[in-house]
């Protein structure tokens, strides 16, 4: 009987762990932080032993294989010693991939891939296909192929997630584009962070199909170092393309050999530039898979995108608050401060990445009236924005920030929470940045009397 060591026993680990108990492996689950008291009970339900506080090297190098949880790195210690005794270590998405029969449609990019992700779902899901959700949303991969399979699965992976690729071959897969993300993973290279990304396309072959960016520097980049196979088609909102997908006056105009599509762009319920990049890269994958230009209207006009997305949370004395948690990096919060008309109270702040904010120094410039640093290290925050904003505050606490944000709004402003970083410092993860958030707001009592 085969070894498996699951090192992480949160969502992706747990699916990894009873997928393999189910098929007939020996498994071992070792966190090195604290497992959860529900977490635990269902692996002693299933019967698989676990350990929580360290990794036991003993037991975890005398595994055929180790499926280890996206968040670390291959820098770790435990890693580190298993690849030096030439044991394989892989992503969840990996070992799943080998009990699925469904075809694949894989997204990734620096910006854009979760609502990609979840808009090609739902297109695909309106228009009849038996198709499934996973990835780096929703639920485990593998925890579903422990119920059922489908004809088609739309998974969202992260670089993170791609680099434990050794045999995963999308049949469609997209790239949204490439920015400088999670430089602190990669040493500080953009080529390793481009060379990441790019492994999502080398296994897949002429019969594949790949969306990309026509516009994206860093795409190009990969395109000229990597070997790639697949059938290309190119998205654009700015130039109209031969072969993918383009906006034209007032619609979206998609095309593949086998079929068309035109999408009045006022058909679509969500908003923004971005989003028009999104829809194309969806709206591509649905035409591919077979959807029809009268469903995806449809589809298009019935999708909701996910919490933390630039979400309306409340207006309060004409002073609206957004909701932008996900905008973990630089050039997702450019989308969500470029996206807005109005003055802006922006917070932002958290762990920082190796983010280089001179790319949003003219829209802070234009746009932001006040910025309140939400993190326990704000030092390099406020030196960017320092020569551009007057009023520069910080805090670590969300009610304050948004009791900050109550005060100095006035009726037509925007108060922001984007923070261009990661959360870890003061939150769990970003959603419950965002839930926090949204709490705070909430709790707001109108200043002015009806």
């Given at each position: 009987?085969?070894?498996?060591?699951?090192?992480?026993?949160?969502?992706?680990?747990?699916?990894?762990?009873?997928?393999?108990?189910?098929?007939?492996?020996?498994?071992?689950?070792?966190?090195?932080?604290?497992?959860?008291?529900?977490?635990?009970?269902?692996?002693?339900?299933?019967?698989?032993?676990?350990?929580?506080?360290?990794?036991?090297?003993?037991?975890?190098?005398?595994?055929?294989?180790?499926?280890?949880?996206?968040?670390?790195?291959?820098?770790?210690?435990i890693v580190k010693k298993a690849l030096?005794?030439?044991?394989?270590?892989?992503?969840?998405?990996?070992?799943?991939?080998?009990?699925?029969?469904?075809?694949?449609?894989?997204?990734?990019?620096?910006?854009?891939?979760?609502?990609?992700?979840?808009?090609?779902?739902?297109?695909?899901?309106?228009?009849?296909?038996?198709?499934?959700?996973?990835?780096?949303?929703?639920?485990?991969?593998?925890?579903?192929?422990?119920?059922?399979?489908?004809?088609?699965?739309?998974?969202?992976?992260?670089?993170?997630?791609?680099?434990?690729?050794?045999?995963?071959k999308p049949s469609i897969a997209i790239l949204t584009n490439i920015t400088p993300d999670h430089?602190?993973?990669?040493?500080?290279?953009?080529?390793?962070?481009?060379?990441?990304?790019?492994?999502?396309?080398?296994?897949?072959?002429?019969?594949?199909?790949?969306?990309?960016?026509?516009?994206?520097?860093?795409?190009?980049?990969?395109l000229k170092k990597a070997k790639f196979r697949p059938e290309t088609f190119w998205i654009s909102k700015d130039q109209k393309v031969d072969k993918g997908a383009f906006v034209s006056e007032d619609a979206l105009v998609l095309k593949t050999p086998e079929g068309s599509a035109t999408i009045p762009v006022d058909a679509l319920s969500i908003q923004g530039e971005h989003n028009l990049m999104n829809a194309l890269c969806a709206g591509m994958a649905a035409l591919m898979a077979g959807v029809d230009e009268a469903s995806m209207i449809k589809a298009f006009g019935t999708f909701k995108n996910a919490p933390h997305r630039m979400e309306l949370i409340r207006e309060i004395d004409g002073?609206?608050?957004?909701?932008?948690?996900?905008?973990?990096?630089?050039?997702?919060?450019?989308?969500?401060?470029?996206?807005?008309?109005?003055?802006?109270?922006?917070?932002?702040?958290?762990?920082?990445?190796?983010?280089?904010?001179?790319?949003?120094?003219?829209?802070?410039e234009e746009k932001v009236k006040c910025l309140i640093c939400l993190g326990k290290d704000n030092e390099k925050l406020k030196k960017a924005f320092h020569p551009l904003i007057n009023d520069i505050r910080e805090t670590q606490d969300i009610k304050e920030a948004v009791s900050w944000g109550q005060l100095l709004g006035v009726p037509g402003d925007v108060v922001l929470l984007s923070p261009a970083c990661a959360s870890f410092d003061l939150f769990k993860n970003y959603e419950d940045r965002g839930n926090q958030f949204r709490a705070a707001v909430q709790e707001l009592k109108p200043e002015t009397i009806a």
């Amino acid at each position: 009987m085969k070894q498996i060591a699951i090192l992480g026993a949160g969502e992706s680990g747990l699916g990894a762990a009873m997928l393999a108990k189910r098929n007939g492996f020996a498994v071992w689950v070792s966190d090195a932080g604290k497992i959860s008291d529900a977490r635990k009970a269902l692996l002693e339900m299933e019967e698989i032993p676990f350990e929580e506080g360290l990794h036991s090297e003993a037991v975890i190098l005398n595994s055929d294989l180790i499926i280890k949880s996206p968040g670390i790195p291959t820098s770790a210690s435990i890693v580190k010693k298993a690849l030096e005794e030439g044991i394989a270590v892989i992503d969840e998405l990996e070992f799943a991939y080998r009990f699925s029969a469904g075809k694949i449609i894989a997204i990734t990019g620096t910006n854009g891939k979760t609502t990609t992700t979840l808009l090609t779902y739902h297109l695909l899901k309106e228009a009849g296909l038996d198709v499934g959700l996973a990835g780096n949303v929703g639920k485990s991969w593998a925890a579903q192929l422990l119920e059922k399979d489908h004809d088609w699965w739309v998974i969202e992976c992260s670089s993170f997630q791609i680099d434990g690729f050794f045999s995963f071959k999308p049949s469609i897969a997209i790239l949204t584009n490439i920015t400088p993300d999670h430089m602190d993973r990669y040493d500080y290279q953009i080529d390793n962070y481009i060379q990441s990304k790019f492994r999502l396309f080398k296994n897949m072959s002429s019969r594949n199909q790949a969306i990309l960016n026509v516009a994206d520097p860093f795409t190009q980049e990969g395109l000229k170092k990597a070997k790639f196979r697949p059938e290309t088609f190119w998205i654009s909102k700015d130039q109209k393309v031969d072969k993918g997908a383009f906006v034209s006056e007032d619609a979206l105009v998609l095309k593949t050999p086998e079929g068309s599509a035109t999408i009045p762009v006022d058909a679509l319920s969500i908003q923004g530039e971005h989003n028009l990049m999104n829809a194309l890269c969806a709206g591509m994958a649905a035409l591919m898979a077979g959807v029809d230009e009268a469903s995806m209207i449809k589809a298009f006009g019935t999708f909701k995108n996910a919490p933390h997305r630039m979400e309306l949370i409340r207006e309060i004395d004409g002073v609206k608050f957004i909701n932008d948690s996900k905008g973990t990096n630089v050039e997702a919060t450019a989308y969500a401060l470029d996206a807005y008309k109005n003055p802006l109270i922006w917070i932002a702040g958290g762990v920082d990445k190796g983010n280089d904010y001179s790319v949003v120094s003219s829209i802070v410039e234009e746009k932001v009236k006040c910025l309140i640093c939400l993190g326990k290290d704000n030092e390099k925050l406020k030196k960017a924005f320092h020569p551009l904003i007057n009023d520069i505050r910080e805090t670590q606490d969300i009610k304050e920030a948004v009791s900050w944000g109550q005060l100095l709004g006035v009726p037509g402003d925007v108060v922001l929470l984007s923070p261009a970083c990661a959360s870890f410092d003061l939150f769990k993860n970003y959603e419950d940045r965002g839930n926090q958030f949204r709490a705070a707001v909430q709790e707001l009592k109108p200043e002015t009397i009806a």
